[in-house]
């Protein structure tokens, strides 16, 4: 009797005890703190997570945690989306709140955290050195970027540009890293830029916001304005394999509220302490902009690649989804001004 319920409880046929599809279908989750008054209702704290039934409680531990998985727990718990969704000790630590699921990774449309996927391999950093739980905060309402896919193809061009042209540019390491090499011995060489527009709308119901604090922000004297994100926009060229072939560095960025629907107005400049994309505008950037390009001096020409265009890559923002944030478009480069080619620009989501 002994063999046949160890049998039937490794088959997942005992009534008893449930096997591991059965306790990932029946997880439940909530938010819990060590800093937050008792009874509480909670929009903020430490993830927990239970595989029977809620008799006991455990914390996660995540490699990627970020507001992807954020807005899969907010939307489970009817809370609405993440704000922010970092690993931290501030609602409480991994000695005292022991994790209970590790590797946990979303594509951020999931309806529950149970549908996320795990990591492939055992994530190095959950050792005992790190205290670090994953936590949460939801707001009932959030920004969501939308990426201009028609401006990028519209606009693209190929410029030839001297160096001469580039100072401020190449100050803000928005060329190739050969150009610097080549400066040094010819300071009025070509660089071949790839240029195109890029519109940033803010669909969602509250305002995009820079995640530093102002006095944060940098100053730069080439443009005459402070720059409020580091990463907002990344352009990049890969090749058919998918191998990344040249890389746009787009240093920095000011927002602001470049054009708004009807009956919006505009209130966000590229100033001090007022940037931002008011709900219902967008903040374009135009082809003519320093930096608003892809370097591609050095590929190879004669051959079909791939244009990738994704607003907040690294998902510091928090948004209400990250599908509509990416475009990818075939480019044909010849290397010559005429017949390089930008076309059949599509939606794509983030990279992961």
């Given at each position: 009797?002994?063999?046949?319920?160890?049998?039937?409880?490794?088959?997942?046929?005992?009534?008893?005890?449930?096997?591991?599809?059965?306790?990932?279908?029946?997880?439940?989750?909530?938010?819990?703190?060590?800093?937050?008054?008792?009874?509480?209702?909670?929009?903020?704290?430490?993830?927990?997570?239970?595989?029977?039934?809620?008799?006991?409680?455990?914390?996660?531990?995540?490699?990627?945690?970020?507001?992807?998985?954020?807005?899969?727990?907010?939307?489970?718990?009817?809370?609405?989306?993440?704000?922010?969704?970092?690993?931290?000790?501030?609602?409480?630590?991994?000695?005292?709140?022991?994790?209970?699921?590790?590797?946990?990774?979303?594509?951020?449309?999931?309806?529950?955290?149970?549908?996320?996927?795990?990591?492939?391999?055992?994530?190095?950093?959950?050792?005992?050195?790190?205290?670090?739980?994953?936590?949460?905060?939801?707001?009932?309402?959030?920004?969501?970027?939308?990426?201009?896919?028609s401006d990028i193809e519209i606009s693209a061009?190929?410029?030839?540009?001297?160096?001469?042209?580039?100072?401020?540019?190449?100050?803000?390491?928005?060329?190739?890293?050969?150009?610097?090499?080549?400066?040094?011995?010819?300071?009025?060489?070509?660089?071949?830029?790839?240029?195109?527009?890029?519109?940033?709308?803010?669909?969602?119901?509250?305002?995009?916001?820079?995640?530093?604090?102002?006095?944060?922000?940098?100053?730069?004297?080439?443009?005459?304005?402070?720059?409020?994100?580091?990463?907002?926009?990344?352009?990049?060229?890969?090749?058919?394999?998918?191998?990344?072939?040249?890389?746009?560095?787009?240093?920095?960025?000011?927002?602001?509220?470049?054009?708004?629907?009807?009956?919006?107005?505009?209130?966000?400049?590229?100033?001090?302490?007022?940037?931002?994309?008011?709900?219902?505008?967008?903040?374009?950037?135009?082809?003519?902009?320093?930096?608003?390009?892809?370097?591609?001096?050095?590929?190879?020409?004669?051959?079909?690649?791939?244009?990738?265009?994704?607003?907040?890559?690294?998902?510091?923002?928090?948004?209400?989804?990250?599908?509509?944030?990416?475009?990818?478009?075939?480019?044909?480069?010849?290397?010559?001004?005429?017949?390089?080619?930008?076309?059949?620009?599509?939606?794509?989501?983030?990279?992961?």
């Amino acid at each position: 009797m002994k063999s046949l319920l160890l049998l039937l409880s490794c088959l997942g046929l005992c009534t008893c005890q449930l096997n591991m599809y059965n306790n990932f279908r029946n997880m439940r989750i909530r938010l819990a703190s060590s800093t937050a008054p008792a009874m509480q209702p909670l929009r903020e704290g430490r993830v927990e997570i239970s595989f029977d039934n809620g008799r006991s409680w455990g914390t996660i531990c995540s490699t990627h945690w970020s507001l992807r998985e954020g807005n899969v727990v907010c939307r489970q718990l009817g809370l609405g989306y993440a704000s922010m969704a970092i690993a931290s000790t501030k609602h409480g630590n991994s000695q005292a709140n022991r994790w209970g699921l590790v590797g946990t990774r979303c594509r951020g449309t999931e309806r529950k955290l149970s549908e996320c996927h795990r990591e492939p391999t055992y994530p190095t950093m959950c050792n005992a050195n790190n205290r670090n739980v994953s936590t949460v905060a939801c707001v009932s309402k959030s920004a969501d970027l939308e990426l201009g896919v028609s401006d990028i193809e519209i606009s693209a061009y190929l410029a030839l540009v001297p160096m001469t042209q580039l100072t401020c540019a190449m100050e803000e390491n928005c060329v190739s890293k050969d150009a610097y090499v080549v400066r040094r011995t010819n300071p009025r060489a070509i660089r071949k830029l790839l240029r195109f527009s890029v519109k940033a709308s803010n669909v969602g119901t509250a305002d995009v916001s820079p995640y530093a604090n102002y006095k944060d922000w940098e100053w730069h004297q080439c443009h005459m304005h402070y720059h409020s994100m580091n990463v907002f926009a990344t352009f990049n060229v890969y090749n058919n394999r998918y191998q990344k072939v040249a890389q746009g560095h787009k240093a920095s960025f000011c927002l602001m509220d470049s054009t708004c629907n009807l009956g919006v107005t505009p209130k966000y400049m590229c100033g001090n302490t007022t940037q931002g994309i008011s709900a219902g505008c967008a903040d374009v950037y135009s082809h003519v902009l320093d930096c608003q390009w892809v370097d591609v001096t050095t590929v190879p020409i004669n051959k079909k690649y791939k244009l990738r265009v994704e607003l907040n890559p690294e998902y510091v923002l928090g948004e209400m989804s990250f599908e509509n944030n990416g475009a990818e478009c075939e480019l044909d480069y010849t290397g010559e001004v005429l017949t390089t080619r930008v076309s059949n620009c599509k939606r794509k989501p983030l990279l992961i």
